[in-house]
């Protein structure tokens, strides 16, 4: 569910995001297997998520959900914004910047340099911490400033990302939105998404933000050739590449620290994206099987509704977790799904 509201004492942009029902498996530990089916007892899956509200600086456009994992995305002139809950990455901090480091083609910290370049900022009346990022990419400067919370179970992702001169202009008036955000009650299950409310006009905020140009995607070393006939375009928000398919299909590869909830949990977040029906957690899990010839643990499944299918595969290479998400025309998928295949399991 989407809201508006504008109360009287201010006229900032208040948006409210309620997220559709999302169980998840919680594993036992690293690398456990998922439980039973979705409902079977408080350990057996995860709530849904919150409400979330916000005040938008001025400057910045609401882009709304993009139906995946970012459950807000805002642009201030070409610098993107991107708002993604994860499952709790607590503790794996170091990680965290180092997998941002790999994205930008960077050597990783010590333990020590990743501790220090992590620094403390109010994240919804919390204690958050962010980084500071910046490289060369594709011949162009770039700038990615990560911040997160982790928050019962989850851990939020805000980033900044954009020339650097373009982020250094927004940082304040980033910093000041993260102490807006706030956190309601999970959604009822199965409450309908209603059509967004329209906006009230933004009020000026205490540092004006500057548009200026962006840049997503990254440049991280994703094993395999590029098979023929796919060609490199843009990667989006937590992604680290994307290839056009021929036939209107697409190719998304992304990188992550942890299994992000589980394989049931990814399962059934594809099914949401796919417009399919709620099934348990069982049968989500059961529908993934092992890729032959792949990494121990990699595992694909294959989804179809109607004119449009998908195929994902979930690969874990040197304790991090590559998602392949092979999309489009249900034509195009199958002709190119043992590409793809093939292309998610190549080793370095």
Same mark, same amino acid.
């Not at 350990?43 to 807000?72: F, H, I, K, Q, Y």
């Not at 982020?167 to 059509?195: D, H, M, R, S």
């Not at 209107?248 to 594809?270: C, H, K, Q, Y």
């Given at each position: 569910?989407?809201?508006?509201?504008?109360?009287?004492?201010?006229?900032?942009?208040?948006?409210?995001?309620?997220?559709?029902?999302?169980?998840?498996?919680?594993?036992?530990?690293?690398?456990?297997?998922?439980?039973?089916?979705?409902?079977?007892?408080?350990?057996?899956?995860?709530?849904?998520?919150? =409400?979330?509200?916000?005040?938008?600086?001025?400057?910045?456009?609401?882009?709304?959900?993009?139906?995946?994992?970012?459950?807000?995305?805002?642009?201030?002139?070409?610098?993107?914004?991107?708002?993604?809950?994860? =499952?709790?990455?607590?503790?794996?901090?170091?990680?965290?910047?180092?997998?941002?480091?790999?994205?930008?083609?960077?050597?990783?910290?010590?333990?020590?340099?990743?501790?220090?370049?992590?620094?403390?900022?109010?994240?919804?009346?919390?204690?958050?911490?962010?980084?500071?990022?910046?490289?060369?990419?594709?011949?162009?400067?770039?700038?990615?400033?990560?911040?997160?919370?982790?928050?019962?179970?989850?851990?939020?992702?805000?980033?900044?990302?954009?020339?650097?001169?373009?982020?250094?202009?927004?940082?304040?008036?980033?910093?000041?939105?993260?102490?807006?955000?706030?956190?309601?009650?999970?959604?009822?299950?199965?409450? #309908?998404?209603?059509?967004?409310?329209?906006? =009230?006009?933004?009020?000026?905020?205490?540092?004006?933000?500057?548009?200026?140009?962006?840049?997503?995607?990254?440049?991280?070393?994703? #094993?395999?050739?590029? #098979?023929?006939?796919?060609?490199?375009?843009?990667?989006?928000?937590?992604?680290?590449?994307?290839?056009?398919?021929?036939?209107?299909?697409?190719?998304?590869?992304?990188?992550?620290?942890?299994?992000?909830?589980?394989?049931?949990?990814?399962?059934?977040?594809?099914?949401?994206?796919?417009?399919?029906?709620?099934?348990?957690?069982?049968?989500?899990?059961?529908?993934?099987? #092992?890729?032959?010839?792949?990494?121990?643990?990699?595992?694909?499944?294959?989804?179809?509704?109607?004119?449009?299918?998908?195929?994902?595969?979930?690969?874990?290479?040197?304790?991090?977790?590559?998602?392949?998400?092979?999309?489009?025309?249900?034509?195009?998928?199958?002709?190119?799904?043992?590409?793809?295949?093939?292309?998610?399991?190549?080793?370095?």
């Amino acid at each position: 569910m989407v809201l508006v509201a504008v109360p009287a004492c201010r006229k900032a942009e208040i948006r409210t995001y309620v997220a559709p029902r999302d169980k998840e498996v919680v594993p036992a530990a690293a690398g456990a297997e998922e439980g039973g089916a979705a409902g079977e007892g408080p350990a057996a899956e995860r709530a849904a998520l919150p =409400a979330v509200t916000w005040a938008l600086p001025s400057g910045w456009a609401d882009l709304g959900s993009d139906g995946g994992m970012n459950v807000g995305q805002f642009k201030a002139g070409e610098v993107m914004i991107n708002l993604t809950p994860l =499952a709790s990455m607590e503790g794996q901090e170091n990680t965290l910047v180092n997998m941002w480091r790999n994205v930008l083609g960077q050597p990783a910290f010590s333990e020590a340099e990743a501790t220090a370049a992590l620094q403390e900022t109010e994240i919804a009346g919390g204690k958050g911490r962010f980084f500071d990022l910046s490289a060369e990419r594709g011949g162009s400067p770039v700038r990615i400033v990560t911040a997160f919370l982790h928050r019962e179970g989850r851990s939020w992702f805000f980033k900044l990302q954009g020339p650097p001169d373009a982020v250094g202009a927004q940082i304040e008036a980033f910093k000041g939105f993260l102490k807006t955000v706030k956190f309601g009650a999970a959604a009822p299950v199965n409450e #309908p998404t209603p059509a967004v409310a329209p906006a =009230a006009a933004p009020e000026q905020p205490a540092v004006a933000p500057a548009p200026a140009p962006a840049a997503e995607g990254g440049e991280i070393a994703v #094993p395999g050739k590029v #098979p023929e006939g796919w060609s490199v375009v843009a990667a989006g928000a937590m992604q680290v590449a994307k290839y056009s398919v021929a036939g209107g299909a697409e190719v998304a590869v992304s990188v992550f620290p942890s299994d992000t909830g589980g394989l049931a949990a990814n399962v059934l977040r594809w099914r949401r994206q796919m417009g399919l029906p709620e099934v348990g957690a069982e049968e989500a899990a059961g529908a993934a099987k #092992p890729i032959e010839g792949g990494p121990e643990g990699a595992v694909a499944v294959d989804l179809e509704n109607g004119e449009k299918a998908l195929s994902g595969a979930i690969v874990p290479r040197d304790g991090r977790w590559f998602f392949y998400k092979l999309t489009g025309p249900t034509a195009a998928v199958e002709a190119a799904r043992e590409t793809f295949v093939n292309f998610a399991k190549a080793t370095p």
